[in-house]
């Protein structure tokens, strides 16, 4: 696996679908900035997995010049579902590490699905990824960003109307085009 290529695929789907299509409000300044970390672990384990995580976290609470990171994950939990149950142990791991209120963790997947939707709906694109990838955010930049801009609570809903505008097929080909620059192989 070529990390860099796997980092493009990433940055590239940041770029054109978070914050081209707004999915979300606060990603646009820090990807700017160049604030935000792309790491890929060679995990291969949730084990492994989560102690990479544990090293992230570790990272930014010593590194405030970094704004966020996306951990991204190619090799472990590539099924939705075992990923999706894995995000149990993050929340416990957020907690033990006392870092719950100092940090939270958003997911992202290739096969993500929302409860009561169907696999194919397009408002699941919201939080589909290139590769499985768990985001890790500043609780008090969230905050921040929250308190500045209005009618967060409109988001969620905009972005369902946005992308079942723009349609699933239509976003499973931009997905896809994520990796045009790549090695690596397509969905």
Not at 98 to 127: I, L, R
């Amino acid at each position: 696996m070529n990390a860099d290529a796997t980092i493009r695929s990433v940055s590239t789907w940041v770029e054109q679908l978070v914050v081209g299509e707004q999915l979300c409000p606060f990603a646009r300044l820090p990807l700017q900035s160049g604030r935000v970390r792309f790491e890929v672990t060679q995990a291969t384990s949730a084990d492994e997995l989560l102690a990479c995580l544990a090293e992230e976290i570790k990272r930014l609470e010593q590194t405030p010049e970094i704004e966020t990171t996306l951990l991204i994950h190619p090799n472990v939990l590539t099924d939705f579902l075992t990923y999706n149950q894995f995000l149990d142990e993050v929340d416990a791991l957020l907690r033990r590490l006392d870092m719950e209120g100092v940090f939270q963790v958003a997911s992202f997947h290739p096969d993500y699905q929302f409860a009561g939707t169907e696999v194919e709906d397009a408002e699941n694109y919201s939080n589909r990824s290139p590769y499985p990838l768990l985001h890790l955010l500043r609780e008090a930049s969230i905050e921040t960003a929250i308190d500045s801009f209005e009618n967060i609570d409109g988001v969620p809903d905009r972005n369902i109307r946005h992308l079942r505008q723009i349609g699933a097929s239509a976003l499973a080909e931009r997905l896809n085009a994520c990796f045009q620059d790549s090695d690596e192989p397509i969905l």
